[in-house]
């Protein structure tokens, strides 16, 4: 006998199929999802016979639409325009390595504190770079690589500060394999940017900076020498900008998803134009390679910085000589602000712009010749981007009242002075202090506990729970204004803080000295 497949067909139930099998809803989305396989699907149901779902009119406006749509290309012709412009940086840095201190956990073969120990870290923990493998402690010359470009056809490159800070001796390998030695001409740790001068050569193909801004979504490529691999090309897109990483107060770096690894440092972010639109400059990543999160330094900052590279082999910027921070929602309610606005100004210093023009603590800047300050960032980057000298006009709530201040601009310090710390001395003969249960604040006047300096009052201990100690109040810091007014005990403080609830105030706002500096803490208020 022999074993044949069942014919289908001449089953009872397959002859006269008295109704479709599918309903039209569930062959309407089995039909789109297939469509997009490009298979001809005909349609049951309908009395003429089959139906063509691909001629249908919505079929055709769909198409249309798709079309429309700019349809992905390779970068092959940028790329090829572009990479001869994109050197690797290779520093030699002869200093002694600091013995090893026993820490096996520390894989870096640096120095702490060191330049390259810097270049390390920023780019990942895990494996040494390749060249950096086997180096002892403790002696012999530490090599590091980066990447750069080149602005002119003179031999002009950037890089990043953190890449040759230090360095005593830096080569280049350019897109043709050939190597030449380099100066550094200048560099500025608060941007990490560095330019250099690539000596014995004319005529370098060079990019140029863009002078648009990015747009998040935008296509990006980075090129560079990542692990020591010349001429590394990888792309991707800006995921955000303003990003604020911690790196100073003036970061303003552009996100991309390209991948960056350790080596990228100070290359080129291309955009689809050919332009550089930033600098690669750090990463996040727990494991030491690309997990998609990278930073570049915007175009705009490195034209303005490279320009006085260029021009004086340093940066100077405008200074105000203001200590500020942030207006958080809890300060712009004490001070009856609509919007979390500006920059509070914490403390100006002693025979600053600021100070001799009048501005005082507690003073929020919201506006630097007539353009609205966003932040306190904002305000250290408008201000740093302006020469010293130059005159400016800053809007000022003080006390409540809108003002205008003219003052000019002085320079910023190289290094900001120290401030004396008078005030952490022996606190041994503290008093115990007056409780403020509502606060979850102890507090005595300052005068009575030693070291406390002469005014304000002094916090002798902290509810563990309150809301004063989510906000960072420790044992030791001095309270100099409740609600913009002078505090010397605790009932001026008990007083203030009535006030600030009969005005219906939700939180009021603290001048707080904690070791050499000031700030302004909202507290909460507790109802009833």
């Known amino acids: 006998m022999t074993d044949r497949p069942t014919d289908l067909s001449s089953l009872p139930s397959y002859r006269t199929p008295r ?55 390779g970068f092959a012709d940028i790329v090829e325009r572009v990479k001869p412009s994109v050197i690797s940086v290779k520093v030699n840095i002869n200093e002694k390595v600091a013995k090893n201190d026993g820490d096996n956990n520390d894989d870096s073969p640096f120095p702490p504190g060191s330049p390259m120990e810097r270049f390390f870290r920023r780019f990942g923990g895990g494996d040494l770079p390749p060249g950096l493998r086997g180096i002892p402690r403790g002696r012999g010359v530490v090599t590091g690589q980066g990447s750069g470009f080149f ?39 608060r941007t990490d940017l560095a330019l250099i001068k690539v000596e014995g050569g004319s005529n370098f193909p060079f990019a140029k900076l863009s002078d648009g801004k990015p747009r998040i979504g935008d296509w990006v490529l980075a090129v560079g020498n990542p692990f020591g691999l010349g001429g590394t090309v990888t792309a991707g897109i800006v995921s955000a900008s303003g990003r604020d990483i911690g790196n100073g107060p003036y970061d303003d770096f552009i996100q991309i998803d390209a991948p960056v690894n350790k080596g990228n440092s100070g290359g ?30 915007p175009a705009s900052t490195v034209k303005s910085v490279v320009a006085q590279l ?56 919201t506006a630097v010749n007539g353009e609205t300050v966003k932040d306190a960032r904002e305000l250290a980057r408008t201000i740093g981007g302006l020469s010293p000298g130059t005159a400016v006009k800053l809007n000022v709530l003080h006390k409540g009242q809108d003002k205008t201040i003219s003052l000019n601009l002085g320079q910023l310090p190289n290094t900001l002075e120290a401030k004396a710390d008078t ?17 979850g604040l102890t507090l005595a006047p300052a005068n009575s506990v030693a070291g406390a300096g002469k005014d304000g009052v002094v916090v002798t201990d902290v509810d563990p729970k309150s809301a004063a100690a989510e906000r960072g109040f420790k044992e030791g810091d001095v309270i100099l204004e409740v609600a913009g007014k002078s505090v010397a005990n605790v009932g001026d403080v008990r007083e203030a803080i009535t006030a600030a609830r009969n005005d219906n105030k939700n939180s009021v706002l603290m001048r707080v000295k904690s070791g050499g500096s000031s700030r302004f803490v909202a507290v909460p208020l507790a109802k009833g």
């Not at 134009?273 to 996040?284: F, K, L, Q, R, S």
């Not at 340093?314 to 606005?341: C, F, H, M, N, Y």
């Open 151 to 189: 602005i002119s056809a003179d031999g002009f490159a950037v890089t990043n500060n953190h890449v040759v800070d230090g360095a005593d001796k830096v080569e280049v390998t350019t897109d043709d394999g050939k190597t030449y030695s380099a100066k550094v001409i200048g560099t500025d740790a």
């Open 310 to 365: 260029k021009d004086k082999g340093s940066v100077s910027r405008g200074w105000i000589g203001v200590q500020i921070q942030p207006v958080t929602p809890d300060i712009a309610d004490s001070l009856g602000l609509k919007k979390a606005e500006g920059a509070l100004v914490a403390e100006p210093q002693a025979n600053g712009p600021a100070s001799k023009a009048g501005i005082e603590s507690g003073d929020v800047i």
């Open 423 to 439: 005030d952490n001395g022996d606190k041994g003969s503290t008093a115990r202090g007056t409780d403020v249960p509502k606060l």
């Open 19 to 73: 109704r479709s099998v599918l309903s039209a809803r569930r062959f309407a989305l089995m039909a789109s999802v297939v469509a997009g396989l490009g298979v001809a699907i005909y349609g049951f149901g309908s009395p003429s016979g089959p139906v063509d779902i691909f001629s249908t009119a919505a079929h055709a406006q769909v198409n249309n639409e798709v079309r429309k749509v700019a349809q992905p290309v």
């Open 268 to 297: 080129p972010a291309f955009n689809t134009e050919g332009e550089v639109m930033g600098v690669n400059t750090a990463i996040y990543s727990p494991s030491g390679g690309s997990v998609g999160i990278a930073f570049s330094i």
